[in-house]
């Protein structure tokens, strides 16, 4: 078994910063009417500044392979060219298409030559399970280099155009038809970008970090659905398939928007967030007095307190000093949050060697979460 080290790392952000004021101009504006849900949501996410891969005419500028390529090409050079790449492990929850893979299309744009490709499927926890994927690849030696890369286009699927047929369904049916909450909050919650990582067997770079340990928890086998698109969701619990529905009601329905069950996410999000990181803690025998600093990837800043107060309540309590969070100036990348963050805080100047850092990452789809923990090299 070999040593693994990230010893790049690199992240894409399209286009300029959108502001909350311009928001709705960028997606749209659904029925013509001025959204009531976005100053509710903007209020709790607290979220200033967010990335769209939409031009200011409202055309797209990259789809989610090309975001995924261009930060690629920002984690490589004349050093480490992307000929190089012998593995190449993509993670994301609003692939371009249901088939090919996510990292079929991201090779196809990068034209590097042969190797070996990987696309996990889910939602957040997709940029570190591919991140987990390079990282066992690099340590069994089946490789000697791994590209892991996180990254979402949601603002496509974000765009008014996508509910104005449900809208205008539900206007036969009643006088002021108003879209439903779960499928509207995520409107005003994602953001467009992708992070790239370089893993190797040797701690090259100004900042490697090593990988200690990756894990991951699901609870599925106990929770629904909470945050899904392509079905939906019935009052049993059960996801009904878009495949199992006529055509003629896709869009009708707007079956393909992502939905979130804000019911079911606050209730259980943060509850089985800490209690996944005890067991981590725990099976790896380390305490939060050996964490330096602690990345969460958290969708909103109204779980910033109320995850702090979880921990406290579980006996895990993280002294704010050692949180690192940027969700307000790049906004809810989804399965790039989390390298963009790792990113921004390498480059911040603040690492040392020997701090250690621990990422969590939760996905609220059917609550998953995953966690690594490195030390600077």
């Not at 392979?65 to 690629?72: G, H």
């Not at 603002?155 to 049916?173: G, P, Q, R, Y």
């Not at 995520?186 to 370089?198: F, Y």
Request: with cysteine; charged share 25%; aromatic share 10%.
């Amino acid at each position: 078994m070999k040593d693994v080290y990230i010893t790049r790392i690199a992240k894409f952000l399209p286009n300029g910063p959108i502001d909350n004021d311009q928001m709705e101009e960028k997606l749209g504006v659904i029925d013509g009417k001025v959204s009531r849900a976005r100053r509710i949501v903007l209020r709790n996410n607290r979220i200033k500044q967010r990335y769209y891969a939409i031009d200011a005419h409202g055309n797209v500028t990259h789809n989610n392979a090309q975001l995924t390529a261009a930060a690629i090409d920002e984690l490589c050079d004349n050093d480490f060219p992307k000929e190089n790449i012998e593995l190449l492990s993509c993670g994301t929850s609003s692939p371009d298409q249901i088939l090919p893979s996510h990292a079929a299309m991201v090779h196809g744009f990068l034209k590097n030559g042969n190797m070996e490709i990987n696309s996990p499927s889910g939602a957040c926890c997709t940029g570190m399970n591919a991140l987990k994927y390079g990282y066992l690849s690099v340590m069994t030696n089946q490789v000697s280099n791994a590209v892991c890369t996180g990254s979402e286009r949601t603002s496509s699927w974000m765009k008014s155009d996508v509910f104005e047929n449900e809208v205008a369904h539900l206007k036969t049916l009643e006088e002021n038809p108003i879209l439903a909450f779960n499928k509207e909050f995520l409107r005003w919650m994602l953001s467009d970008g992708a992070g790239a990582i370089l893993l190797e067997s040797m701690p090259k770079g100004e900042t490697p970090l090593k990988i200690e340990w990756m894990d991951g928890y699901s609870y599925a086998y106990e929770m629904e659905a909470c945050m899904y698109a392509g079905g939906e969701k019935l009052e049993n619990g059960i996801l009904k398939s878009w495949s199992e529905y006529p055509a003629e009601v896709w869009a009708e329905m707007s079956l393909f928007a992502m939905k979130q069950d804000t019911r079911l996410l606050g209730e259980n999000i943060l509850v089985k967030g800490v209690d996944s990181l005890k067991q981590a803690l725990k099976k790896h025998e380390i305490s939060i007095d050996d964490v330096d600093y602690y990345l969460p990837h958290i969708s909103s800043y109204y779980f910033k307190e109320t995850l702090y107060n979880e921990l406290k309540i579980q006996g895990v309590e993280i002294s704010w000093e050692k949180w690192f969070l940027n969700l307000d100036q790049v906004g809810n990348v989804g399965a790039a949050s989390i390298y963009i963050m790792l990113e921004d805080l390498v480059h911040s100047g603040k690492l040392k060697k020997g701090n250690t850092i621990l990422l969590q990452v939760p996905e609220s789809a059917r609550f998953a979460y995953t966690y690594a923990y490195l030390t600077v090299c």
